[in-house]
């Protein structure tokens, strides 16, 4: 596989280099073959839109459904990089994770290939245009919370180098046909040429599930996942967005709707209404109480994925989380301002909206009263 990494032009590519036998394989696609499977990337064949490009749904001439993410123009210093980490995630394989099916590297392209995900994204159940269906029952809602788990805990414990994810959210947990949960985009900011912050995504749907000290002060780590999942998991939960527009323009997080509820023990006031009461109360109890952990305003104090998957199993009934607390978290109103995502009421529906800008920059210029000058760590892999 280490070979193709020199294969960096469209004429050069088609090399039909198959890395892996079998299911799991990924290999290079020409940007015409591209072309030809989404219909020329039709508007009518497009999934949706993110920070780092558009992804279309495709049919290639075997018959495999495919999802192809078209990158924002990348600069030619990036195309090694490129490859070297298009690379590495495909090395990636678990049974939670969107693995790569492909990719193409043309003169001024670059595109990604994965299997398309037929139940398409969490948020389109949660908030997008399956919600009123309610397909996810309670079971489903469990599976797709321990299988997320199950994904992250494998980045951040079992693949080497370590991988932070940096973007977990509803719209990157992914759906196929039986609902299992797959973990999209991993790994995914470290492709992005240099300048291009992955802060610069839009932050509709986003901003909710950043934990503080990354917001704030830039501070990447494993447990910015955790925080970011805890959020994910509230959601999962109560059916409600990250971040919410009350009447009257104020915006509120999702901890700080649920926080009083918490303290309170109020569960089934906390629980996804569409679920018609029907839900396992021990269950919700401890996934509320796994997300209010992971959720912990100071890194340290969250758990760490493999507490969070043995808790949500229910493996550790008298563990060490069972002490129920929160404390929710305010953005900066200067951070909340930036946020998009909750203004309309159909979530992603509407695609037109501009991107967020919540530059990088903005953020360093916050400093962190914890740590001294020159201490701030960036890394993508820990
Ligand atoms: N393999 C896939 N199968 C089905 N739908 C997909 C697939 N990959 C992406 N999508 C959907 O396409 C849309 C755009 O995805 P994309 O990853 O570009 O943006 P995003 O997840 O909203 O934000 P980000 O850029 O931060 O990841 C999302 O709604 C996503 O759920
Ligand atoms: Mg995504």
């Not at 780092?52 to 495919?66: A, E, N, P, R």
């Not at 409600?240 to 569960?267: C, M, Q, S």
Request: proline share 4%; glycine share 10%; hydrophobic share 35%.
């Amino acid at each position: 596989m280490g070979s193709s990494l020199s294969c960096c032009g469209s004429e050069k590519v088609d090399e039909g280099l198959t890395p892996n036998i079998g299911n799991n394989s990924w290999r290079i696609f020409t940007y015409k073959e591209l072309h030809a499977a989404t219909n020329g990337f039709c508007e009518d064949n497009k999934l949706g839109e993110g920070g780092f490009g558009s992804v279309y749904w495709g049919k290639t001439t075997d018959g495999l459904q495919i999802a192809v993410k078209k990158l924002k123009a990348m600069n030619s210093k990036a195309e090694m990089e490129f490859a070297v980490e298009v690379e590495v995630l495909g090395r990636v394989r678990h049974k939670n994770l969107l693995g790569l099916r492909g990719y193409c590297v043309g003169t001024d392209q670059r595109l990604i290939v994965y299997d398309y995900m037929p139940n398409l994204s969490l948020l389109s159940h949660l908030h997008g245009q399956f919600t009123r269906e309610v397909r996810l029952d309670w079971k489903k809602r469990m599976h797709i919370a321990i299988g997320s788990a199950e994904g992250l805990l494998y980045l951040h414990h079992e693949v080497t180098p370590h991988i932070i994810h940096r973007d977990i959210k509803a719209s990157n947990v992914l759906l196929d046909s039986n609902f299992e949960p797959l973990v999209a985009d991993f790994g995914f900011a470290k492709l992005i040429p240099e300048g291009v912050s992955h802060m610069t995504t839009r932050v509709k749907g986003t901003l909710g599930y950043l934990a503080p000290e990354y917001a704030m002060w830039g501070k990447v780590s494993e447990s910015c996942d955790v925080y970011s999942f805890g959020i994910l998991l509230l959601e999962i939960m109560t059916g409600r967005k990250p971040i919410e527009k009350l009447p009257g323009g104020v915006k509120r997080t999702i901890t700080e709707w649920a926080e009083p509820l918490i303290i309170k023990r109020r569960f089934k006031d906390l629980v996804d209404p569409k679920l018609r009461g029907n839900f396992d109360e021990k269950q919700l109890e401890q996934a509320i109480n796994v997300a209010s952990h992971c959720v912990h305003s100071e890194p340290d104090k969250r758990p760490n994925m493999k507490e969070v998957v043995n808790l949500l199993k229910g493996y550790e009934p008298n563990g060490k989380l069972m002490d129920l607390r929160i404390e929710s978290i305010k953005y900066g109103e200067d951070l909340l301002a930036l946020d998009q995502g909750s203004e309309d009421e159909g979530g992603r529906d509407d695609e037109s909206d501009a991107y967020g800008v919540f530059g990088a920059m903005e953020v360093e210029k916050m400093r962190d009263p914890n740590v001294r000058r020159g201490d701030r760590g960036m890394a993508t892999y820990g």
